[in-house]
């Protein structure tokens, strides 16, 4: 069985529209998948369904979020999060505003261990210290006394994904994890969790909404669009033979470096008229 | 070359300091009243009805800052007077920032019902007009200290809980509350362990704020006798028998009066500077 195996989630605000629509994933261990579509395609909110941090306006209708084997959404909300916490972790998307400003970097990323998983500190500094070292922050002991508004956006994402991979979890959701950041750190960020990544053997759930990020960084990929998954390949084929026509347009609306004069090719309207009327098609099918 | 940032950095610790010089001496002086008051703040002598200040003509040696019109020395009541006021601001503000702090951070975190619950409860609580509410209080209950004490955190908890219960649903926005509920902390402990250091140094300038508003209730509530037994000083009290013969002794009005402000205004800087020298995000 997939290390995560998502199977025909769907996620609605309470009493509200649908915001997934029946989306199955799998991730297997050590694997990379992206997740790409438009802004409100529902690309995030799958992350957030996985790590049990749904915001408290929305709800899950069906579907099952297996995760190292057992269903999440079965278990109660206490054994949940233990579980979530034992194998996943989070890379969040603003480094600004995902670390606490009250507490200095050291104890944000040693409590946790020592609180939730009864690691002793001495064990828990000597991890973080090597984990800070490992993201290429210079002097880490002395980042491990410093408040995170002392320390540039690039340095605190770099604590952020050191963090991620302290308790060596077996998953971890990046939620956009480059988006907030400036284009010339983006690529440094980007070698970096691919690099940790290979490394630590972990499985990684890739938020983006670019798609030479996911050339740079995926092995399999899932394009969303209104909540509905269209298309679900590898990488490899999906940027030389795309099936769904709404990702061969995607594909077309990527800016070409090599030819800037070019300009943009947006999606024509045709190919989001044929994905609306899939999607419309979809629920007409649910309620009968 | 003058740095701007550590000119507003002395400017701070000024008022930090000076609050803090202030609110000592009040404090010392209240706790050893009858050693630090040079008369008896209840002794009256007629004969030395309405002496003026020491350094009007016709002051008598030892009342520093005149008597009233019973003849009882205006500095030692002051002194006694403040007994009350600091006990009022300590007590009330503790008791009310306690109280109100709680509620708002559990309404801003938790949502759902709880916040449902408190914010209409918030709702309904400030439809009463507070003067009013606490006259009424205080004619059910009775005057004296207690009394004061409950009706100003009746009154004044939901200052407290609406402000801190917007800065918790901001704080509960921000992405590492959700990085520690995904590492697997529970709704209270990622309460107190992420939320609540941040809240704080909203909660120390509103208890401070409202310590001095509590020796405003109280001083209000003296002046028109409802506060505790008449015959016990209060500043309240001292300023509404001074507006009498404030023609005659305009000390009796005044030195209450000045005693009131600074101490009202010392609390309000203490939390201002308090928060700028400990806040790690303004430091």
């Not at chain 1, 649908?18 to 802004?39: I, K, M, N």
């Not at chain 1, 409590?111 to 828990?124: F, P, Q, S």
């Not at chain 1, 990046?174 to 490394?199: F, H, N, S, Y």
Request: net charge positive; with cysteine; charged share 20%.
């Amino acid at each position: 069985m997939s290390f995560l195996d998502i199977r025909g989630l769907s996620v609605r605000l309470k009493k509200g529209p649908a915001l997934l629509r029946r989306v199955s994933l799998q991730v297997q261990a050590a694997e990379v998948r992206g997740l790409v579509g438009e802004s409100g395609a529902g690309k995030s909110m799958i992350g957030k369904a996985v790590l049990g941090i749904l915001p408290p306006s929305v709800e899950v209708s069906e579907g099952e979020i297996f995760l190292d084997g057992v269903d999440l959404l079965r278990m109660a909300p206490s054994e949940r999060r233990r579980k979530i916490g034992a194998v996943a972790a989070l890379i969040p998307q603003d480094p600004l505003t995902a670390l606490n400003p009250s507490h200095r970097i050291g104890p944000q990323i040693t409590d946790r261990l020592v609180d939730i998983l009864g690691w002793t500190r001495a064990r828990a500094e000597a991890r973080a210290l090597e984990l800070l070292a490992e993201v290429q922050i210079p002097d880490p002991a002395r980042v491990m006394r410093s408040y995170p508004h002392e320390l540039s956006g690039g340095m605190r994402q770099r604590i952020l994904i050191a963090s991620a991979f302290a308790a060596e979890p077996k998953l971890i959701v990046a939620d956009e994890p480059t988006t907030a950041l400036d284009v010339t750190v983006q690529k440094q960020i980007l070698r970096l969790i691919a690099g940790m990544q290979a490394r630590h053997g972990t499985a990684l759930l890739f938020v983006t909404h670019d798609l030479g990020v996911v050339s740079k960084v995926c092995q399999k990929l899932s394009v969303l669009y209104s909540g509905l998954v269209v298309e679900d390949t590898s990488v490899a084929e999906f940027f030389t033979a795309p099936r769904h026509p709404y990702s061969a347009a995607l594909l077309a609306a990527t800016p070409k470096y090599t030819d800037p004069l070019a300009g943009l090719n947006p999606v024509p309207d045709a190919v989001i008229d044929a994905v609306r009327a899939e999607v419309a098609a979809f629920d007409r099918m649910r309620h009968g | 070359m003058v740095d701007g940032r550590s000119l507003t950095r002395r400017r701070a610790g000024a008022r930090l300091w000076l609050s803090l010089t202030w609110l000592g001496l009040l404090c010392l002086a209240a706790l050893f009243a009858p050693w630090v008051a040079p008369k008896d703040p209840l002794a009256q002598d007629l004969f030395l009805g309405r002496l003026p200040p020491f350094w009007v003509t016709g002051a008598e040696p030892g009342y520093y800052l005149g008597t009233d019109s019973l003849g009882r020395d205006v500095l030692s009541r002051i002194i006694h007077g403040g007994r009350v006021a600091l006990m009022v601001a300590l007590i009330a503000g503790v008791a009310t920032c306690l109280l109100g702090a709680t509620l708002g951070l559990l309404a801003g975190f938790l949502r759902g019902w709880v916040d449902m619950l408190v914010s209409r409860f918030i709702d309904i609580w400030m439809a009463f007009p507070p003067v009013l509410f606490s006259i009424l209080l205080i004619a059910v209950m009775g005057p004296g200290l207690w009394s004061i004490i409950l009706a100003i955190v009746v009154i004044d908890w939901t200052r407290f809980a609406r402000v801190i219960r917007a800065e918790a649903m901001a704080q509960g926005a921000m992405d590492y509350v959700a990085s520690a509920r995904v590492a697997g902390r529970g709704r209270l402990g990622t309460m107190v362990r992420e939320i609540l250091p941040n809240v704080l140094p909203t909660v120390v300038v509103l208890l401070t704020l409202e310590m001095g508003i509590a020796v405003i209730v109280e001083a209000i509530l003296s002046f028109v006798n409802l506060s505790i037994s008449t015959d016990d000083p209060t500043w309240g009290g001292m300023i509404a028998e001074g507006r009498t013969s404030i023609h005659q002794a305009w000390w009796v009005l005044v030195f209450p009066l000045i005693t009131l402000f600074l101490t009202v205004l010392a609390f309000s800087q203490l939390g201002e500077g308090l928060k700028d020298r400990f806040d790690p995000v303004l430091r």
